[in-house]
């Protein structure tokens, strides 16, 4: 269930409510980068913190989940619900860049993210270059469960997404990584260009 006010749907909220997990979630997309997150894994927390930094997104969103099983229903239904706040507020396409991309460095570590705003959900997810296998636990944080995030996420917002490690060895770093460079490019690929009506030939997205 959500709501949105304001013009072109600036902020949205969407509360959404399993057997598995409750989740609230305020997101304003043209903000300053403030993130207020409870989602009961610090880890997480941490990255989703840094995706609201560096996407310029605001975003409050609090989780309880059941935890007691494992992380996997809370981290994916984050990526659910943040994508549907964000097909609500992007959706229809109109006056945005609709591509975008960036690359992070974090010391020995790089990942590119490209991507299309394009109503045509993808994900291309290679981390076949991690030095040491992409697999195992940050902390108490299954890493597999980056990927889950990111392709709830961009299936439920509409997006095409090429997410790609070239190099890497830490993986604290990696999914750091990772997190910074898909919201560089979401933030260059939905920033306002009043010279574009609709960003495709088609006539809409």
């Known amino acids: 269930m959500s709501e949105q006010i304001e013009d072109k749907k600036d902020i949205v909220f969407i509360e959404r409510n399993t057997k598995e997990t409750q989740i609230s979630l305020s997101l304003r997309t043209y903000g ?5 997150i409870q989602t009961g894994i610090g880890f997480f927390n941490h990255m989703l913190e840094a995706f609201s930094k560096h996407s310029l997104i605001d975003m409050d969103i609090g989780v309880k989940g059941d935890l007691e099983v494992d992380m996997h229903h809370s981290v994916e239904d984050c990526g ?9 507020s992007i959706f229809p396409v109109k006056n945005i860049e609709r591509f975008g991309n960036g690359a992070v460095v974090m010391d020995e570590t790089c990942v590119s993210c490209d991507m299309d705003i394009s109503n045509r959900a993808f994900l291309l997810f290679d981390m076949d270059n991690a030095e040491n296998g992409f697999n195992g636990k940050v902390g108490t944080f299954d890493v597999e469960l980056v990927e889950e995030f990111f392709r709830a996420l961009v299936m439920n917002a509409g997006i095409s997404t090429h997410i790609v490690l070239k190099r890497g060895k830490n993986l604290h770093h990696i ?3 990772t997190f910074k460079a898909f919201a560089i490019s979401l933030r260059r690929a939905i920033a306002k260009n009043s010279n574009i009506q609709i960003p495709s030939t088609k006539g809409c997205l």
């Open 175 to 177: 999914i750091e990584a």
């Open 80 to 88: 659910i619900v943040i994508g549907q706040a964000l097909k609500e």
């Open 32 to 36: 300053v980068g403030i993130g207020n």
